[in-house]
């Protein structure tokens, strides 16, 4: 029997692990999977907390429905119709400008406006501002295969202003990154297809808004929306993974300390490897799964793959933290009429953004209170990250204070910190990528998996996982095309 050991029971690990047994169980494959996780539970920065009524996410607190491979998944462990939707009449996103929260207008998709009419009312962009993004429709083509950072590409399409007050807030939403370091190709390759098919940003976007409104009349089946979450949170998919793998293929609480290749590497179909457990355990492996950090990556294999680790190490990641409060509705005054607010780097605060999760989701909390969520740290201010629970509470409700007028004292607090846990696509991601692969082909049976690589998203990491997967059993003896 060969032995196929995955090290990282986050998403990305549970995903390799469960798509790996359930081709061997179909195929009977003489396999073994062992997932290892340095935890005592498995999920890595999915968490959901029920306290009491309230259902409070202290990870990310829902997925694309545009990538299918996160609603594929949840349907195939039983999850159909455990799908939740957002609430649609509440649609609405927030920016915050001068001190004040402005509408996104209706009709943005990202950075791009789609609809005339909410844009030009928009009290948002000035009026030069509107112009220069309307000047989307003239401008030709990049001329040179020369990489861009998200911040030139936007600067050069829509403006400064777009930049600033709009794509750079969302940006950091998603990837708590900064847009002049960000690489384009790696972060949003849908815009650089975009502007090679269509030219017009403006235009692609309308072309593909069409399209995808004949698809989904067509369409049957579940409502979906843009995005979709589980009724009792996203701890639903993580616990129903690990629910269908085998028990004792799971080793929580033990941490890995080191992996060995036995033998010089070769390109022989059999490449065995060991895992050095803390707790002095040693594991044979035919072939071994990385879905941890690239700076734990880099650590457990510099011994075995000193080049291999030096590249792992120039994918940077930086620091967050989410915030939940529950307040009696009665003591809020904001109109909560939308799903939330971001909020561009000019304007100085302390918090990235705050969702309104109980305007956003149903089944969240009471109708009788508010349950808010807040964001801090990312590239910017990663030090917050660092504040005791009193002082983090503080500045949170103090913005919240001085951006929605909340007073009121919060009757549940949680914070949840996320240390060193978002990975920065930095201009040369794809190079770096490149690089990584070509040193891998030194060691046979090895593979590396996860947000750090390929995407960040739910979405993301489930398909990683499923390619990942090909490539274990192709390398174990049996090629297929299954994903």
């Known amino acids: 029997m060969r032995r196929a050991i995955i090290i990282g029971g986050g998403l990305s690990g549970l995903s390799t ?22 935890e005592n539970r498995f999920g ?21 429905a545009e990538k299918p491979w996160a609603i594929q998944l949840c349907e195939e462990l039983g999850l159909g119709d455990r799908l939740l939707c957002t609430n649609e009449e509440n649609r609405r996103v927030f920016i915050l400008s001068s001190g004040k929260l402005h509408q996104l207008p209706e009709g943005f998709m990202l950075m791009v406006p789609t609809s005339i009419t909410p844009f030009l009312k928009s009290s948002l962009i000035s009026l030069p501002g509107k112009i220069r993004m309307a000047m989307d429709l003239f401008l030709p083509r990049k001329r040179t295969d020369e990489e861009e950072s998200l911040a ?11 930049l600033e007050k709009i794509a750079e807030p969302l940006v950091a939403g998603i990837h708590a990154g900064t847009p002049e370091t960000m690489s384009l190709s790696s972060t949003f390759p849908r815009f650089i297809q975009l502007e090679e098919e269509y030219r017009s ?30 009724v009792d949170g996203m701890m639903e998919l993580t616990d129903a993974i690990q629910g269908r793998l085998d028990e004792g293929s799971l080793l929580p609480d033990k941490k890995v300390v080191r992996i060995n290749h036995i033998g010089k590497a070769t390109t022989r179909d059999h490449s065995p490897y060991e ?58 005054h904001h109109p909560l009429d939308g799903f939330g607010f971001v909020i561009p780097r000019a304007e100085r605060r302390k918090i990235m953004a705050s969702t309104w999760t109980s305007v956003k989701f ?68 794809a190079e770096r990528l490149s690089h990584l692969e070509e040193e891998l082909l030194h060691y ?15 979405s993301d990491c489930i398909h990683e996982g499923q390619l990942t997967t090909e490539k274990v059993l192709k390398f174990l003896g049996r090629a297929g095309t299954k994903y």
């Not at 959901?48 to 607190?61: K, L, Q, R």
């Not at 235009?203 to 979709?228: C, H, I, Q, V, Y």
């Not at 046979?444 to 739910?458: K, V």
Request: glycine share 8%; charged share 25%.
């Open 17 to 38: 692990a469960y798509y790996l047994q359930q081709e061997v169980a179909r195929s009977r494959l003489d396999i073994e999977t062992i997932l290892i996780e340095k």
């Open 152 to 162: 030139q590409f936007v600067k050069r399409r829509l403006g400064n202003e777009a």
């Open 201 to 230: 940003l403006i235009l692609g976007m309308l072309a593909r808004g069409r399209k995808a409104s004949e698809f989904n009349k067509k369409r049957s089946g579940p409502k979906k929306t843009m995005f979709m979450s589980l």
């Open 275 to 332: 895992v050095h457990l803390e707790d002095g355990e040693i594991l044979e492996a035919d072939s071994v799964v990385l879905a941890t950090p690239t700076y734990i990556t880099a650590e457990l294999l510099q011994e075995m793959a000193g080049t291999l680790s030096e590249v792992l190490l120039l994918i940077p990641y930086v620091s967050t933290a989410t915030i939940s409060l529950v307040y009696r509705a009665s003591e809020i």
């Open 44 to 64: 890595g920065c999915i968490v959901t907390d029920e306290v009491g009524d309230f259902i409070i996410e202290g990870g990310p607190d829902c997925f694309l």
């Open 444 to 458: 046979p049976g090895l593979y590396l998996t996860g947000c750090a690589y390929r995407g960040i998203g739910i």
């Open 362 to 429: 149903p089944h969240r909390s009471r109708p009788d209170s508010a349950l808010l969520r807040a964001f801090v740290g990312g590239a910017h201010n990663e030090d917050l990250v660092d504040l005791d629970d009193e002082e983090m509470l503080k500045v949170v409700r103090g913005e919240l204070m001085d951006i929605m007028g909340i007073t009121a004292q919060p009757i549940i607090t949680r914070i949840y910190r996320w240390d060193k846990s978002m990975p920065q696509y930095m201009l040369g991601h």
